[in-house]
């Protein structure tokens, strides 16, 4: 124990805390020929097309030998390795960006507006500075430095899970967060601007910051929530939707994509992870209007079909979706790199339309080309391959050789693993205790990702899938596994995935008997009591879409109590809802607390 914590404060690097970020000694950073900041701002938007058109390496090329020529050619240099060592997730190109980043930052951390120790202490506590006193680049200096710390702290969590790493991760978020405040001052502050787009570029920056941290922490679970709010940082979902609308509107700059994509990754993507959300002709034109600036100044690349494909996922036009991913899964990003997203989505397509082996195929892929979750993909692949009827032996090895790399793939941050890598392990380990079998897995791993929410309403897709429950349900009322120890916990899976079968296809009145069933089932249940919980939660939803708030209230607190990280997002989110309508006002209360300026 003693040589792990002092090797833990051997690998501290004490100059590298955010204590020290502003007396950074960047004597060895070379000056280059000076470029106007407005050029600047045009080059970095270029290199941000390029990227987006899948010309990385042309991108590199323009940036890469002059990336010491203003604060904007380094932070695309910075975001550009960031991104690419991101998607890579390989050790050594996270240990190349980090060096990259921290030598633009330090570049960009020359650029700021600089005052003695004395007076930046008077000025700031005392009496506010006199932000007309600031060039126009050391404004957005300032601006391109906090970016710069969320590039490191991003690069830091995803190098090492250590104490100290996640240390000195946040102590960047929260000094970027702070320095983020201090652009919001200059803002509202500075009465000139010599240059209107520059204005606009700095206000672009302003609203991508403001709404990222409000949206996220908004989002986080209350007691998580609640501690940020502790530590300063504060979160207002409609201020944070508010502000990267801000964003979104000021196309001609380049933090303004930023705003666009976030917003659509919050809302076709987090969103449905997290919750259930509202799909509707009125969210598909919302979604359009969101990535109009892309399709405009992007050619037919990978993003586009991307973007096409989830559209019509949700929409439950499952082979248009399949089409458009298709023709980005065939279009290699970057150096060699897969679209990982459209080879994940269409897994689950094929899982729903009962080609479990093209789904096996697919994250068969993700196995060998991705670093994002081996554990998440091999466990897939092994769900998909286990609910095949007519297994071949060499399908059979390959489900037990997955179900075995399952724990060898397991991430651990501070020594706790990932919520979604540590359910698949626990599913792994009751597949080899039941003698190499789970009940229907690929379909449990559908609603545990949330993706049986955007089935809802589409019969001729639930049909076959219930059709498959049916026969598990008899299978485990008749079958082999009929005495097994864990058949209470097994019964009442299939008995909740008939009910959300019913319930999504509109028949909530049918669904409440299998869900209620499950909830009797409760002192029965060995282990599994989160199926319990799922079925509460949606006796929930299915209360409040009847008006029935009193009783929705009860059963999502109820679900609360047995809940796992999962579904507590979609349980937090009801419980708001309910607060929204004011049905509930437990304002004290620690567990449900979370801060909401509305």
Not at 236 to 261: A, I
Request: aromatic share 12%; glycine share 4%.
């Amino acid at each position: 124990m003693a040589e792990t914590l002092t090797a833990d404060f051997d690998n501290f690097d004490l100059e590298d805390s955010d204590a020290d970020e502003d007396y950074e000694d960047v004597s060895e950073t070379p000056l280059a020929s000076e470029v106007d900041l407005l050029s600047a701002v045009k080059i970095a938007r270029e290199v941000t097309l390029l990227v987006l058109n899948n010309k990385q390496n042309e991108a590199v090329d323009k940036i890469e030998p002059f990336w010491n020529h203003s604060v904007y050619h380094a932070l695309a240099h910075a975001a550009l390795n960031t991104a690419l060592a991101l998607m890579k997730f390989e050790k050594e190109d996270l240990l190349n960006a980090m060096d990259i980043v921290k030598e633009c930052s330090s570049f960009v951390n020359r650029r700021r507006h600089k005052s003695s120790f004395t007076n930046n202490m008077v000025t700031k506590m005392v009496i506010r500075p006199n932000y007309d006193t600031y060039s126009e680049e050391e404004c957005h200096a300032e601006l391109c430095y906090a970016d710069m710390l969320i590039f490191r702290a991003l690069l830091t969590f995803a190098q090492e899970g250590s104490l100290f790493s996640y240390l000195r991760g946040g102590l960047k978020i929260r000094r970027a967060h702070q320095v983020y405040k201090e652009c919001e001052e200059i803002l509202e502050h500075r009465s000139k601007w010599n240059d209107e787009h520059l204005k606009r570029e700095f206000e672009s920056g302003a609203d991508a910051a403001a709404g990222a941290f409000n949206l996220i922490i908004s989002s986080l679970p209350p007691r998580l929530a609640k501690f940020l709010q502790f530590l300063g940082f504060d979160g207002d979902r409609d201020v944070g939707l508010q502000r990267l609308s801000n964003g979104h509107k000021k196309r001609d700059t380049v933090r303004g994509f930023m705003c666009s994509g976030a917003l659509l990754a919050h809302t076709c993507a987090i969103r449905f992870f997290l919750t259930y959300p509202l799909v509707d002709d009125n969210m598909f034109i919302y979604c359009e209007q969101l990535f109009e600036p892309f399709r405009k100044e992007i050619s037919e690349g990978p993003l586009v079909h991307t973007f096409d494909g989830r559209i019509n996922f949700m929409k439950g036009k499952l082979q248009e979706s399949l089409d458009h991913y298709t023709s980005a899964k065939n279009t290699i990003i970057g150096d060699g790199m897969i679209n990982v997203i459209a080879v994940f989505e269409m897994s689950w397509i094929y899982i729903v339309l009962g080609d479990l082996r093209k789904a096996a195929d697919h994250m068969e892929i993700l196995c060998q080309n991705c670093n994002w979750s081996k554990c998440l993909f091999h466990y897939v692949k092994a769900c998909a391959l286990s609910m095949l009827p007519d297994r071949t032996p060499d399908e059979e090895e390959q489900m037990l050789f997955c179900m075995r790399e399952v724990p060898k793939h397991l991430r651990r941050y501070l020594g706790r693993s990932l919520p979604v890598e540590k359910y698949c392990f626990r599913r792994a380990e009751r597949f080899f205790a039941q003698d190499n079998w789970l009940p229907l897995p690929a379909y449990e791993m559908l609603y545990a990702s949330n993706y049986f929410y955007l089935l809802k309403g589409k019969v001729d897709l639930l049909e076959p899938i219930m059709v498959q429950i049916d026969r598990a349900i008899i299978d485990l009322q008749e079958g082999p596994h009929k005495d097994s120890v864990w058949h209470v916990d097994n019964y009442c899976l299939a008995l909740f995935l008939k009910g959300l079968c019913l319930a999504y296809m509109g028949y909530p009145l049918s669904a409440e008997e299998y869900f209620l069933e499950v909830i009797q089932n409760k002192p029965n249940v060995i282990k599994d009591v989160h199926y319990v919980s799922f079925a509460q939660m949606e006796m929930g939803y299915i209360a409040k879409e009847t008006g029935n708030y009193e009783l929705a209230l009860e059963y999502f607190l109820a679900a609360r109590s047995s809940s796992i990280f999962i579904t507590e997002f979609r349980i937090h989110q009801g419980i708001q809802q309910l607060k929204r309508k004011g049905y509930y006002n437990k304002e004290d209360s620690e567990d449900e607390a979370v801060y909401y300026n509305k």
